[in-house]
């Protein structure tokens, strides 16, 4: 069984395991939210279509992280291929905005450490 963070224990970045942090330990591994993304798209996907649509993803990476969304309830495999569950469709729709935000958010940062690094 993959080992997933746990709210209320100890995960990267949080002593306490806050429920958001352990979400966000989750999240900020290798490829989970590409997976969690992508999934959402072409879902149902085998693992192999998958894969495909991953593009740079080692199948060993993937198997790891199709294991810890499973067990982590965001992913269920079905019989025509692994598919979002109703939680992991439901943090998929809070991503989507939080997502158009970081665009808005990095032209600042880029337009803000363009003019920065200029007056230097």
């Not at 746990?6 to 999240?27: E, H, K, Q």
């Not at 982590?72 to 979002?84: D, F, K, S």
């Not at 905005?97 to 690094?117: C, F, M, Q, S």
Request: hydrophobic letters at 40%.
């Amino acid at each position: 069984m993959a080992k997933i963070p746990i709210p209320g224990t100890p995960v990267r970045g949080s002593r306490s395991g806050a429920p958001i942090m352990a979400l966000f330990d989750l999240l900020g591994r290798r490829w989970a939210m590409g997976v969690l993304w992508t999934l959402h798209e072409v879902e149902p996907a085998t693992f192999r279509e998958l894969q495909e649509r991953c593009e740079t993803i080692s199948p060993a990476v993937l198997n790891k992280r199709l294991a810890e969304l499973r067990e982590a309830q965001l992913v269920t495999r079905t019989g025509e291929g692994y598919v979002t569950t109703d939680l992991g469709q439901e943090l998929y729709d809070l991503l989507v905005p939080l997502g158009a935000w970081a665009k808005i958010w990095g032209r600042n940062v880029t337009e803000d450490t363009v003019a920065e690094n200029n007056e230097r």
